[in-house]
């Protein structure tokens, strides 16, 4: 029979997953694990994308910002303006207290989406396309860095420590929020996930050369590690370069602020110094197809996300991978890696992902916005502290991992110490050299951060990812034994993870607020209420906790399926109860809700006594603002209303709003009725006869 005739023997397995049912592979496989984990996350994510609103201050702040750009078809300058009227309605004109990362990519959302610049007023309050558009890009860059931080431990230790690491990195309660939330935080740690991964990936496996396509002179790089550079490249680099240079001739901006002096000698500064950044961009791309190792082209990422990091949140992201890799090159001596790593050409990358854009703006925004900006946003808060409740000593941070991290806090302690334990190994372990740099990456992670004098909770998330892979390095290397072999080890670990999930649940169910506080940087007086009850943490843990219990003298598969099963519990109704419960009182979007299903056509929106960045966000800056009290303001804005059949509406904290009434009209006063009230914020509705 002719060979092209003959069927085709469908019970050859041509997949891992053709000679089993396909449950069983999800079961019985590492990357069926690592699906079924994703999934949970994913879908979680999703079906509670808009039962929890946009919590102030940061999300409605930068959902604003990234707004702002798609409504002033402007991604250069950024923009903040509270309001269209009241004596601080315009308090402030600009942005410059974050690089522009963040926004470009909320914007873009919001504009695949048609989020933003409906006519309908009531946009960002009822449809859940907003929450989703506005929460997107932050979600795909969490989810990126844990992939990234997975796919690192499967490649160099083992597939068993990939799908642990990621699941992991992932169920952590705070890397958790910061994913699902729109901050800035992620858009720089999933950078800083990648150039380190990218570095361990370089130089902690055997190099190799670049495939390559043609012959001689005319050969390019055609292979995965150069094609995934040559794809960042163009998207980090060339991309932003090209938007940032078109706005200079762009005929829209040129009508906007064609007759302000400085803002014209700005845009003609910025159409001209951008070329060298083009200059730069041939010749990183010709240096770049003489490539002829792996090592190089994943250098090159490695430049490319330390630039972005930069445009993501600052100076942070790029200080902790430069130390990173510094206190690796000092551990291992492996001082010609600085040769072979291409430092110039990476210099050259990254100034052409972090640079244009910083540049651009102190062209057109001058030195006011970079002292702002560098000096205020950056610097400052490492050496003076920026608010007087965000400073702490280490074991503010210590504490913060307790929740950042748990249930899987119990264990990171016990594989931290391992960790450092494997600097006395031998090499050939599987797995060792990556336990050695997470280590390294760990210290110098928690070095940077409390080291910085201006402390929050959420500065602890870039030590979240070297934790997780601490984590999972070590319970892989355990996983295949029984706890007989070391049974006191066994037994202390699991005591001590024991008791350290129990102390952190017990002072989370003290103060339930303490969960909400991860993200936000208002500890105390109101903000101290209105959270939601944590003591379900007991039921999701307790998988976790039997876990432990196993560990000592059952099977470790077994426990290790229970301790991913607790992690997976615990992230679920993190984001799926805790965070919707707890956005009734850090979101004003039920308060905003019932504002736009009440008002008149001609009603009137105004913050009294009040700025917490929401009101501006869900009105879309249609709103009369009022920071202070100024009665004289009010009475102004009393009297316009007045005769016209016109409904004010205040929004204020719930500590102000029975001060509101003494400060209008006598005639107005016994009108005032409080419409909408929870832990921290009232509506007011105030007709005006």
């Avoid at 990218?198 to 590690?225: C, K, T």
């Avoid at 391992?418 to 928690?446: E, H, I, M, S, Y």
């Avoid at 905003?592 to 056509?601: A, I, Q």
Wanted: charged residues 15%.
């Amino acid at each position: 029979m002719d060979a092209a005739a003959q069927p085709s023997n469908s019970s050859t397995p041509s997949s891992p997953m053709a000679s089993r049912p396909w449950w069983r592979w999800l079961l019985e496989t590492p990357a069926g694990w690592a699906v079924l984990v994703a999934l949970s996350v994913v879908v979680v994510d999703l079906a509670t994308i808009a039962m929890a609103g946009p919590w102030d201050p940061w999300e409605t702040h930068y959902g604003e910002v990234a707004r702002q750009i798609v409504v002033r078809h402007d991604p250069v300058d950024l923009w903040w303006q509270p309001g269209n009227g009241g004596p601080h309605g315009e308090a402030e004109k600009s942005f410059a207290s974050k690089p522009a990362l963040p926004f470009w990519l909320m914007a873009l959302s919001m504009r695949v989406f048609g989020v933003g610049t409906a006519p309908d007023p009531a946009e960002l309050v009822h449809s859940p396309v907003a929450e989703l558009a506005l929460r997107l890009p932050s979600m795909l860059a969490g989810y990126a860095a844990a992939l990234v931080l997975g796919a690192t431990a499967w490649r160099l230790a083992s597939p068993r420590a990939g799908v642990l690491t990621g699941a992991i990195v992932a169920t952590m309660p705070q890397f958790a929020i910061v994913t699902r939330q729109a901050l800035t935080d992620m858009f720089f740690v999933a950078p800083v996930v990648a150039a380190c991964c990218g570095w361990a990936l370089a130089w902690l496996q055997p190099d190799r050369e670049l495939r390559r396509r043609g012959h001689g002179w005319r050969s390019v790089p055609w292979d995965r590690a150069w094609l995934a550079y040559l794809v960042v490249f163009v998207l980090a680099a060339v991309v932003p370069l090209a938007v940032i240079h078109q706005h200079a001739f762009d005929p829209y901006v040129w009508r906007a602020v064609g007759k302000v002096p400085r803002r014209v000698q700005g845009l003609q500064d910025i159409q001209r110094q951008m070329w060298i950044y083009w200059a730069i961009v041939a010749a990183v791309l010709l240096r770049s197809l003489r490539w002829q190792r792996r090592s190089q082209a994943l250098m090159g990422l490695v430049y490319l996300f330390a630039g972005l990091s930069l445009l993501g949140k600052g100076l942070i992201g790029p200080g902790i991978i430069g130390l990173v890799i510094l206190v690796h090159l000092l551990h291992t001596g492996r001082w010609e890696l600085l040769r072979r790593c291409g430092l110039p050409t990476g210099i050259a990358i990254f100034v052409l992902v972090g640079f244009p854009w910083h540049h651009a703006m102190a062209l057109y925004r001058g030195e006011r916005w970079v002292n702002e900006l560098i000096m205020d946003n950056n610097l400052r808060r490492f050496s003076t502290g920026e608010q007087k409740q965000a400073v702490g000593g280490f074991t503010f941070y210590l504490e913060t991992l307790g929740l950042a991290a748990l249930p899987w806090s119990a264990i990171v302690p016990v594989a931290g110490v391992v960790g450092l334990r494997a600097f006395a190994q031998p090499d050939g372990k599987p797995g060792v050299t990556l336990q050695r740099f997470a280590a390294l990456w760990l210290v110098v992670a928690l070095f940077a951060i409390t080291y910085s004098t201006t402390k929050y909770y959420h500065y602890i998330l870039p030590v979240l990812p070297p934790a997780a892979l601490v984590t999972g390095l070590w319970l892989d290397a355990n996983a295949d034994e029984r706890g007989t072999k070391h049974s006191w080890v066994g037994w202390a670990t699991g005591g001590l993870g024991l008791a350290l999930v129990a102390v952190v649940i017990r002072d989370a169910m003290h103060q339930p607020a303490w969960l909400a506080h991860l993200t936000t940087y208002l500890y105390t007086g109101m903000w101290t209420e209105g959270a939601p009850p944590v003591t379900m943490l007991l039921a999701t843990c307790a998988p976790f906790a039997i876990g432990l219990l196993l560990w000592p003298w059952a099977p470790r598969k077994l426990a290790l399926v229970s301790l991913v099963l607790g992690g997976v519990l615990t992230r679920a109704w993190v984001i799926a109860d805790y965070v919707p419960g707890a956005s009734e009182s850090w979101s004003q979007r039920s308060a905003m809700r019932v504002y736009f299903d009440n008002r008149g056509p001609q009603d009137r929106l105004m913050s009294w006594w009040f700025y917490y960045r929401g009101e501006t966000y869900f009105s879309k800056a249609n709103i009369w603002v009022m920071k202070e009290v100024d009665r004289a303001a009010l009475t102004e804005l009393v009297e316009e209303a007045r005769g016209r059949g016109i409904t004010l509406w205040a929004i204020t904290t719930v500590q102000h709003a029975n001060r509101l009434a003494p400060q209008l009209p006598q005639d107005v006063r016994g009108g005032v009725e409080r419409v909408y009230e929870n832990f921290h914020y009232a509506l007011l509705k105030v007709p005006v006869p």
